[in-house]
């Protein structure tokens, strides 16, 4: 049999506000100069009195709430108590027993809870020595938990980039992985008795979602083989080492018990029946629409293919940019999908190439126009691409880039029969050929027919021409 693996995931965002949890301090994740953005508070000075960031409170709400978990009315913060040179103050102001938010659920996945926390300081190591940076001490910080109730990388991946998606969509946080921004660690656990858990091993630095379903698949199997091969699987924090694609030991894991807990005697309780601001009915106007609903609206709207819209809600700049589109193509079924195929294929493909994407520099209406150009007939499939690639490169208008690089399909009769009547006359053989039944001879024909017209001569006017005229 099988071991069957189980696994919950915690994941840590920093959340986008003006100033950091505590503090008037800039929370500002792109400042590079160590040691700019601090005061009293966040130095973890002896007497400095901690004030809790509204903004923050209400991103975690607005979380929950899109999360369809339940918000507490009573909620505190709590002293979570360690020692680490980068929280000098010897505790974390986080949340324990009452959390903001519990319960919900995203992307199939059960939610345990959701509470605001306050990101520690930035310890870098080095030959010469440890540094510390304050920058990030006190930046709010969002950790979910969710229920251990995930069985395979797959999923916990496709959990990982929902939630990524769903904090740029609420505007809460960036939530990019390389810059530390979300952080996410996964309890693995594998057991061949059904209903029963199997010790838990939790695995960090996993700075990318393939690293998260590759450390979790990597686990599973070393877990298993242990199991199998008469060893116990022990409680304790992995690393993952890219390099190696391998998780290792980092150090035993501490119980709850260890941190001593106790509510935050410099922080007020709060009852958010008390803060009109925070009602559910507040929060819940606040929501624009949220990833899901996009899809279903697209569904119903266009009838597209469900990897197709997958591919597009997939980042907040394509949803908006294809929003814009759908809006200029005047919400046309049968437009909408001509656009839709050439975002997946060709847009990806260039922007594939140039290493990002760029629909913000992309005008709807210029795609637009192109989209109607190719409707039409004036552009063929390969003057499409071409025009694109102008369009994306440069911008401007896909009428100009295709008529002056000469990509607009001519339909002038005159102009394809007399292009057809030189070419005939010049390949002779292949005219031989055709009127002795082979195929291949017209497919010739026309191609020197396009070639004679630039590339600009619609293919099924011309083949329909030399039919006419070899008759
Ligand atoms: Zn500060």
Redesign the pocket.
Known sequence: MEYRPTIGLEIHAELKTA??M????ANDADEVKPNT???????AHPGTLPVINREAVRHILRVGTALGGELADFSEFDRKSYFYPDIPKGYQISQYEHPFVEGGELAGVAVTRVHLEEDTARSTHAKEGSCVD?NR??VPLMELVTEPVIHDAATAGRFARELQLLLRTLRAGEANLEKGEMRIEANISVSKEEGKLGTKVEVKNLNSFRSVERAIAHEIERQSALIESGGAVVQETRGWDESKQITFHQRFKEGSADYRYFPEPDLPKMYRSEIADFSDAVIRASLPELPWERRTRYTEAFALKESDIAYVVDTLERATFFDALTEELGMDRRLVSIAVNYIVSDLAGIYAKQGCEEYAALDPKAFAKLIKLIDTGELSSRGAKDTLALLVEKGGDPENIATEHGLIQVHDATLLRTAVESVLKEEVKAVIEYRSGKDAALQYLVGKSMQATRGAGNPTLLRELIIATLG
Do not use: A, E, I, M
């Open positions: 100033t950091k505590f503090c008037r301090c953005h601090v005061c009293p508070v966040c130095l304050f001490s006190g």
